[in-house]
């Protein structure tokens, strides 16, 4: 089976630093998306950010960005100037079958 | 708001009961997929439907069975249920069938059994 890995169960950050959640997964696909969703304690999950693996350039949405490795199959989540409002479980999805374990990221002020 | 409408919210039920979550997608959306959260896990994949047909199938269990109707709404109905059902079952949506898609979540209808 083709697996998801988030290795880190759960982290913490101090608010205002940076933080970086790791993911790598592997796929037979050669044209496909990776994604990171968010769910905080309500339990509504929502999208951070998109990657298209088809592009070299790593996305960025405000504060969240990725770095991808193709060729490594790696997609880790950074999140610079963290938040409170960031804490919260992430989850790393290469395909919609298929979603990691979950980060449970706090946040300390 | 993601556009994807789930009911009920919440629901109890007794072991052994049977019940029906329904999910409506987004406006336009074709795609139509059903995941598991028990507390504190990861989401577990159930099925996919498109455009009225099973697309994909995942860790469904038999006493599991979903549809999705001619207005590409869906309904995941449940069985026998068990103590160990108790979950929150997500609808989340997309425009195609590629499992590569972006996917809007709905709310999630929280399933306790007793």
């Known amino acids: 089976a083709q697996t998801v890995t988030q290795s880190q169960p759960e982290m913490s950050v101090q608010e205002a630093e940076t933080v970086t959640l790791s993911c790598t997964y592997d796929t037979s696909e050669s044209d496909y998306y990776l994604f990171w969703y968010k769910q905080p304690p309500s339990r509504q999950m929502i999208l951070v950010i998109r990657q298209e693996a088809y592009k070299q350039q790593n996305a960025t949405e405000n504060r969240f960005s990725v770095n991808f490795q193709k060729a490594a199959k790696s997609f880790s989540l950074k999140i610079s100037d963290s938040q409170l409002g960031d804490a919260a479980m992430y989850f790393c999805a290469p395909q919609a079958m298929r979603f990691g374990a979950g980060t449970r990221l706090t946040v300390k002020p | 708001d993601s556009g994807v409408t789930q009911t009920p919210k919440h629901l109890i039920t007794a072991t052994g009961q049977r019940v029906t979550l329904r999910c409506s997608p987004r406006?336009?959306?074709?795609?139509v997929y059903w995941y598991q959260q028990s507390l504190d896990q990861g989401l577990q994949f159930l099925i996919q439907y498109y455009n009225g047909e099973e697309r994909a199938k995942g860790n469904i269990l038999e006493r599991f069975s979903a549809q999705q109707f001619p207005d590409l709404h869906s309904e995941l109905n449940l069985s026998s249920l068990e103590l160990g059902d108790s979950a929150l079952y997500f609808c989340?949506?997309?425009?195609?069938?590629?499992?590569?898609?972006?996917?809007?979540f709905g709310e999630g209808s929280r399933l306790t059994v007793l």
């Open positions: 406006s336009g959306d074709l795609s």
């Open positions: 989340a949506s997309s425009v195609g069938g590629r499992a590569t898609g972006e996917l809007f």
